[in-house]
């Protein structure tokens, strides 16, 4: 693995079905955030984490939830999707958190997820 | 509200230079970043500002005024392969990113 990978590439759910999208980093980042992109509206956060056992959320969290159990993974989990989560999914890590004024974010390959 | 605007599209030429804009609105300041994003892939750093004035990294510049809330990004000699979106985001008081829309700029030859 080098730097941030997703799975899967691509989704197409039901809606009312559950899915989680998988990241994975490899840079011993303490900081990892999910972020949908949708056409004109550019990259909302949805949950994040400064660190191991500890999340946050962003600003568009509802339908979404996220867990940390150690530094490397950081999946995302729709308990019951809808259509408005049709998005691409992006899975971002940083080497330092909040309280640092430098948080260049690495970001993985995205996941497409169309929910009909 | 925290708000940050930049044009939607932007066309150039080959071999040109192009100046793009990004002013913002956030609560607290603490770092300015671009990001290039090519159709279909994820988000690459390209630059980050902090302090003002200008930023130069090969073809690419990036400057920042903080009095004003704006920064551009500068591109010159642009290639076919600059065709990208490209994203403004600042760092607020509460270390997150706030983003842009982006623009997508769109290269002729």
């Known amino acids: 693995i080098a730097g941030i990978t997703q799975a899967p590439t691509s989704q197409i759910l039901a809606a009312g079905r559950r899915m989680t999208l998988r990241c994975t980093q490899d840079m011993r980042h303490n900081a990892m955030y999910w972020y949908r992109q949708d056409l004109g509206l550019g990259l909302r956060l949805i949950h994040y984490?400064?660190?191991?056992?500890?999340?946050g959320k962003g600003e568009v969290p509802d339908g979404y939830s996220v867990s940390r159990a150690n530094t490397d993974d950081f999946p995302l989990t729709l308990a019951s999707a809808v259509p408005s989560q049709t998005s691409v999914y992006f899975c971002?890590?940083?080497?330092?958190?909040?309280?640092?004024?430098?948080?260049?974010?690495?970001f993985g390959p995205g996941t497409r997820l169309t929910v009909l | 509200g925290q708000n940050i605007d930049q044009p939607t599209e932007m066309t150039a030429t080959e071999g040109a230079i192009v100046q793009i804009n990004c002013t913002y609105q956030t609560s607290g300041f603490n770092g300015l970043f671009w990001y290039q994003q090519h159709a279909g892939e994820a988000p690459t750093f390209l630059s980050y500002?902090?302090l003002d004035g200008l930023e130069e990294k090969g073809r690419f510049s990036s400057f920042l005024s903080r009095s004003k809330g704006y920064s551009y990004l500068l591109l010159k000699e642009l290639q076919m392969k600059d065709s990208a979106s490209y994203l403004c985001a600042v760092t607020d008081s509460n270390y997150q990113l706030i983003w842009g829309a982006g623009t997508k700029l769109i290269i002729k030859p």
């Open positions: 984490s400064n660190t191991a056992g500890t999340t």
């Open positions: 500002n902090v």
């Open positions: 971002a890590s940083s080497e330092i958190g909040a309280g640092s004024d430098y948080n260049e974010q690495f």
